[in-house]
């Protein structure tokens, strides 16, 4: 179960830690509750790089997710999702419009790079 924090809430957990938990009872978990305070905020920083990109990226998988239902895009074989990338580019570079394929190009290339952190070839571990 994920759970969602607001910023408010996330900038409460950093300053009270920070001003060493004065009025706040976090119990044992205390420390834990920090670091994923600042795990969460420093990954909200990095994905505010991208803002645009990552919406596009994210209404192409929400269009695929109800154009290719029940399909699951992580049970395809190695490669297959880099072969779809390079079809996306190629069309990009040929200046096909019929779609927005840097937009494809990069879901397929997050389907792989995704696929393959939790499929790593040779039993290695990766993450």
């Known amino acids: 179960m994920a759970v969602r924090v607001s910023d408010t809430q ?7 830690e920070e001003t060493g938990l004065r009025g ?8 834990r509750v920090y670091a994923m305070a600042l ?3 420093d990954t909200r920083a ?11 990226v994210t209404e192409v998988m929400e269009r695929g ?3 290719h239902r029940g399909e699951d895009w992580r049970a395809l074989p190695a490669g297959f999702h880099l072969a779809r ?4 580019l190629d069309l990009l570079v ?3 419009e019929s779609e927005p394929h840097l937009a494809h190009a990069a879901c397929r290339l997050l389907m792989e790079l995704e696929r393959d952190v ?3 070839p040779h039993g290695e571990v990766r993450g």
Do not use: C, K, Q, V
């Open 118 to 120: 939790f499929n790593p």
């Open 65 to 67: 997710a109800r154009t």
């Open 39 to 41: 795990d969460l905020r």
């Open 24 to 31: 706040w009872d976090g119990g044992p978990l205390a420390p």
């Open 94 to 96: 040929a200046g096909d």
């Open 10 to 16: 996330l900038r409460s957990i950093i300053e009270r």
């Open 46 to 56: 990095m994905l505010e790089l991208f803002p645009n990109a990552l919406r596009i």
């Open 85 to 88: 990338a390079r079809r996306h």
